[in-house]
């Protein structure tokens, strides 16, 4: 066996001569087991909140999105529709249109979004799972409405559904020098019959209508979109389909995935969970300063054995690498007991959801193997980096004096 690491063990298992030490020896793997496991959690509960961040996202967004890289608006052409149908990977396609406008319910305006749907939005983005109350548009019923929660809570009577007064939308006519406000906007009349809720933007964004609606307010002709949303049956080759599509339609498209549909909403993200790992990783290093101390007192206690080492032909190097090894086998304990207690937390949490955001939510926690190996990493490196600054203290005249 190793000399060093022998001895090193030796020295872990035995109790110090002065009680101090081992108190403060425990206080150092406390320390680490602490860090560790305050570390696994925060990471954790990183990856379970981006995985229900983007879960909201698949409810309000598409896998790809088409728009025109020249305007607004694009012609729906012949061409396009059997490019997107004899693409085999793309599963379904709904046209769209969007576009700014007012709302005027009774006594009550607000500014929102039209998005004008066609039937196959529904199988683009899952909308009606995201449903609070009412139903989604059905092509049997025309002029109807499905509005986001934070846009029926500007428009307070609407919280009854109320199948009486209708929602006006109203959007200004093109073209300047209009000089009679009373006929300055096309208007539609529209009956809410569903409340959607998704993530705060997107449910404060909408009021969805059927696309032939949107289109006759803004009028646009029959094949005039704003956009294409598209599904795909596999999301693994979603770069790949950015670009066989970019090349198939021209430089007069734009296509986006989901993540850039939602840059912003990524990068916060993990910007977050980098800035969560930064703090608790400097409080690891903190916590450390503790098992720094503890080797210190060892070396101080050891002195009498470290000089009957030296005599014996053991080499100053052998000595330093013995508390290295002490010190490294300390934050390793202390690593895997903290593990242990972090991977059982957090698997309680998933099954039993003891915390919660809100009353009927639990707090979202993903455990995760990479998570796992991010923090083992980060712990035996500065371990080992407080075990050798330690050790480092070590010199011959220290031993022999």
Do not use: C
Not at 67 to 78: D, I, Q, R
Not at 294 to 306: H, P, Q, S
């Amino acid at each position: 066996m190793n000399f060093p690491f022998y001895i090193a063990k030796r020295y872990l298992q035995s109790k110090n001569s002065t009680n101090a030490i081992n108190i403060i020896t425990i206080i150092a793997i406390f320390g680490v087991v602490v860090g560790t496991l305050a570390l696994f959690i925060i990471l954790s509960g990183f990856s379970g909140l981006r995985t229900f961040s983007y879960s909201l996202l698949n409810n309000s967004d598409p896998d790809l999105k088409i728009t025109s890289s020249v305007g607004k608006t694009f012609e729906y052409t012949s061409a396009i529709d059997e490019e997107l149908i004899s693409n085999t990977n793309i599963l379904s396609f709904s046209k769209v249109v969007e576009e700014r406008v007012f709302l005027k319910y009774q006594d009550k305006d607000h500014t929102a979004n039209i998005k004008g749907v066609d039937i196959n939005y529904n199988n683009v983005v899952k909308i009606d799972s995201s449903l609070w109350v009412g139903s989604w548009i059905d092509p049997e019923y025309k002029n109807t409405a499905v509005v986001g929660l934070g846009v029926m809570s500007k428009l307070a009577n609407l919280y009854q559904l109320d199948f009486i007064h209708p929602l006006y939308v109203y959007v200004p006519k093109p073209g300047k020098g209009l000089l009679n406000p009373n006929n300055a906007f096309n208007s539609i009349e529209t009956q809410v019959i569903g409340v959607y809720r998704g993530k705060e933007e997107f449910q404060n964004k909408y009021v969805f209508t059927e696309l032939a609606v949107a289109q006759k307010l803004l009028n646009y002709q029959n094949n005039k979109v704003t956009g294409i949303e598209i599904k795909l049956n596999d999301n693994e080759v979603v770069d790949k389909e950015v670009v066989l599509l970019q090349k198939a339609l021209g430089k007069d498209y734009k296509i986006q995935t989901r993540a850039e549909l939602n840059a912003l909403v990524y990068k916060v993200i993990n910007t977050e969970s980098f800035v969560s790992y930064l703090i608790f990783t400097l409080i690891v290093v903190i916590a450390l300063f503790n098992v720094i101390g503890a080797i210190i007192m060892m070396i101080l206690d050891k002195r009498k054995n470290l000089k009957t080492l030296l005599s014996l032909g053991a080499t100053l190097k052998n000595i330093k690498t013995i508390f290295v090894f002490q010190g490294s086998l300390l934050t390793l304990v202390g690593m895997f007991v903290g593990l242990f207690l972090g991977i059982v937390l957090v698997l309680l949490q998933q099954q039993f959801g003891w915390f919660k955001i809100t009353a009927n939510v639990a707090y979202p926690v993903e455990f995760r193997l990479e998570n796992l190996l991010i923090v083992a990493s980060t712990i035996i490196v500065l371990g080992f980096i407080s075990a050798k600054i330690a050790a480092s203290r070590i010199s011959k005249d220290f031993i022999e004096n």
